[in-house]
Nanobody, 121 residues
Framework: QVQLVESGGGLVQPGGSLRLSCAPF????????MGWHRQAPGKQRELVAA???????NYSDSVKGRFTISRDNTKNTVYLQMNSLNPEDTAVYFC???????????????WGQGTQVTVSS
């Protein structure tokens, strides 16, 4: 069973920074598009940023210029550098990836368990 393991959440003051990381647990054949979503209390889950295996990126308007998504294909790891954080960024952040677990399997979407990011003074 492929799992996505996230790390890097926590409590930060407004204006501060955090870096999230996410990688599959165990061996996989290939990893395609990876991304981060977030869900604040009482709100729907929304896309924050995504990155293809070739490095093309996509950001939500609310984080453009403040967040940077990147990946290390040698480690199958995706990162989310979050700068200039504000209280509206408080949410549970979920990693998502399209993973081909075995060469003879079709790619499928997988999700991490979520990591809490709280921006508060």
């Amino acid at each position: 069973q492929v799992q996505l393991v996230e790390s890097g959440g926590g409590l930060v003051q407004p204006g501060g920074s955090l870096r999230l990381s996410c990688a599959p647990f165990g061996s996989v054949f290939n990893v395609y598009t990876m991304g981060w979503h977030r869900q604040a209390p009482g709100k729907q889950r929304e896309l924050v940023a995504a990155i293809t295996s070739g490095g093309s990126t996509n950001y939500s308007d609310s984080v453009k210029g403040r967040f940077t998504i990147s990946r290390d294909n040698t480690k199958n790891t995706v990162y989310l550098q979050m700068n200039s954080l504000n209280p509206e960024d408080t949410a549970v952040y979920f990693c998502n990836a399209a993973i081909q677990y075995k060469s003879f399997w079709s790619p499928a979407d997988y999700w991490g368990q979520g990591t809490q990011v709280t921006v508060s003074s």
